[in-house]
Protein backbone atom coordinates (compact mmCIF):
# COMPACT_ATOMS: atom_id res chain seq x y z
CA UNK A 1 0.00 0.00 0.00
CA UNK A 2 1.31 3.45 -1.22
CA UNK A 3 2.03 5.73 2.16
CA UNK A 4 2.75 9.11 2.64
CA UNK A 5 3.48 10.37 6.46
CA UNK A 6 4.46 13.87 7.25
CA UNK A 7 6.52 14.67 9.95
CA UNK A 8 7.96 17.88 11.49
CA UNK A 9 4.99 19.95 12.69
CA UNK A 10 4.93 21.81 15.91
CA UNK A 11 4.75 24.82 17.92
CA UNK A 12 7.11 27.57 17.20
CA UNK A 13 7.11 31.55 17.49
CA UNK A 14 6.85 34.50 14.62
CA UNK A 15 9.78 34.62 12.91
CA UNK A 16 11.00 30.77 13.44
CA UNK A 17 11.73 27.77 11.34
CA UNK A 18 10.47 24.53 10.94
CA UNK A 19 11.40 21.46 8.92
CA UNK A 20 8.87 19.40 7.48
CA UNK A 21 9.47 15.76 6.19
CA UNK A 22 7.64 13.56 3.71
CA UNK A 23 8.28 9.94 3.41
CA UNK A 24 6.99 6.96 1.66
CA UNK A 25 6.24 3.66 2.30
CA UNK A 26 5.54 0.87 0.06
CA UNK A 27 6.98 2.81 -2.97
CA UNK A 28 9.72 5.07 -3.96
CA UNK A 29 9.65 8.59 -4.51
CA UNK A 30 11.66 9.15 -6.84
CA UNK A 31 9.12 8.50 -9.97
CA UNK A 32 7.39 11.14 -8.58
CA UNK A 33 6.30 14.95 -8.48
CA UNK A 34 5.70 16.23 -4.46
CA UNK A 35 3.87 18.55 -3.31
CA UNK A 36 3.10 20.44 -0.10
CA UNK A 37 -0.19 21.67 0.50
CA UNK A 38 -1.88 23.79 3.58
CA UNK A 39 -5.34 23.93 5.02
CA UNK A 40 -6.34 26.10 7.92
CA UNK A 41 -9.23 25.74 9.61
CA UNK A 42 -12.54 27.21 7.94
CA UNK A 43 -10.21 27.43 4.56
CA UNK A 44 -9.59 25.65 1.59
CA UNK A 45 -6.33 23.46 0.97
CA UNK A 46 -3.65 24.93 -0.91
CA UNK A 47 -0.61 24.77 -2.38
CA UNK A 48 2.77 25.77 -0.93
CA UNK A 49 5.36 24.22 -3.00
CA UNK A 50 6.38 21.13 -5.57
CA UNK A 51 9.66 19.30 -6.60
CA UNK A 52 9.71 17.45 -9.81
CA UNK A 53 10.95 13.63 -9.76
CA UNK A 54 14.20 14.41 -10.18
CA UNK A 55 13.98 17.64 -8.44
CA UNK A 56 15.44 19.99 -11.15
CA UNK A 57 12.45 22.03 -11.07
CA UNK A 58 10.90 23.77 -7.83
CA UNK A 59 7.86 25.68 -7.30
CA UNK A 60 6.45 27.87 -4.94
CA UNK A 61 3.56 29.98 -3.91
CA UNK A 62 3.94 33.37 -4.09
CA UNK A 63 3.36 33.63 -0.36
CA UNK A 64 5.96 31.60 0.92
CA UNK A 65 8.74 32.75 -2.05
CA UNK A 66 12.02 33.51 -0.23
CA UNK A 67 10.89 32.09 3.24
CA UNK A 68 10.27 28.27 2.34
CA UNK A 69 12.72 25.88 0.72
CA UNK A 70 11.62 22.45 -0.83
CA UNK A 71 13.85 19.69 -1.47
CA UNK A 72 14.31 15.94 -2.04
CA UNK A 73 16.99 12.85 -1.18
CA UNK A 74 15.96 10.23 -3.58
CA UNK A 75 18.67 7.69 -1.97
CA UNK A 76 16.75 8.31 1.30
CA UNK A 77 12.83 8.39 -0.29
CA UNK A 78 12.44 11.84 1.54
CA UNK A 79 10.99 15.39 0.70
CA UNK A 80 11.46 18.24 2.70
CA UNK A 81 9.93 21.51 2.94
CA UNK A 82 12.30 24.29 5.27
CA UNK A 83 10.85 27.30 6.71
CA UNK A 84 11.88 30.13 7.71
CA UNK A 85 10.53 33.16 8.90
CA UNK A 86 7.56 31.85 9.72
CA UNK A 87 4.29 33.76 10.27
CA UNK A 88 1.32 33.10 12.52
CA UNK A 89 -0.96 33.21 9.20
CA UNK A 90 1.40 30.09 8.07
CA UNK A 91 -0.54 28.23 10.52
CA UNK A 92 -2.15 25.30 9.60
CA UNK A 93 -2.56 21.45 8.83
CA UNK A 94 0.70 20.67 6.31
CA UNK A 95 0.66 17.90 3.51
CA UNK A 96 2.54 16.23 1.01
CA UNK A 97 1.06 14.48 -1.92
CA UNK A 98 2.40 12.51 -4.96
CA UNK A 99 1.62 12.41 -8.43
CA UNK A 100 4.00 10.54 -11.23
CA UNK A 101 7.24 12.40 -12.68
CA UNK A 102 5.99 16.07 -13.30
CA UNK A 103 5.18 19.44 -11.20
CA UNK A 104 1.59 19.73 -12.14
CA UNK A 105 0.97 23.17 -10.47
CA UNK A 106 -0.84 23.58 -7.44
CA UNK A 107 -4.17 22.50 -7.30
CA UNK A 108 -5.14 19.29 -4.95
CA UNK A 109 -6.69 17.67 -7.76
CA UNK A 110 -3.97 16.99 -10.01
CA UNK A 111 -2.08 14.94 -6.92
CA UNK A 112 -3.09 11.53 -6.44
CA UNK A 113 -1.62 10.16 -3.10
CA UNK A 114 -1.87 12.21 -0.10
CA UNK A 115 -0.16 11.85 3.62
CA UNK A 116 -2.32 12.61 6.96
CA UNK A 117 -1.10 15.90 7.69
CA UNK A 118 1.15 17.73 10.27
CA UNK A 119 0.34 20.37 12.28
CA UNK A 120 1.95 23.75 12.05
CA UNK A 121 1.33 26.52 14.64
CA UNK A 122 2.82 30.32 14.45
CA UNK A 123 2.74 32.09 17.63
CA UNK A 124 2.55 35.63 17.48
Known amino acids: QLQLVESGGGLVQAGGSLRLSCAAS????????IAWFRQAPGKEREGVSCISSSGGSTFYADFVKGRFTISRDNAKNTVALQMNSLKPEDTAVYYCAATSWYCRGLAPSAYTYWGQGTQVTVSS
Open 26 to 33: GFTLHNYA
